[in-house]
């Protein structure tokens, strides 16, 4: 179903933005 694979995808931008705000301040402490 449609509804199924928007929520894969909006989990994945979901996952990469949190793994993007985990990321940036480890860069900056680097």
């Keep these: 179903?449609?509804?199924v694979f928007?929520?894969?995808v909006n989990l994945q931008k979901l996952?990469?933005?949190q793994?993007?705000?985990l990321t940036?301040?480890?860069d900056?402490?680097?």
């Design 15 to 17: 996952w990469f933005n």
């Design 1 to 3: 179903p449609e509804g």
């Design 24 to 26: 940036l301040p480890a």
């Design 19 to 21: 793994n993007q705000l």
């Design 28 to 30: 900056k402490f680097v």
């Design 6 to 8: 928007d929520r894969l």
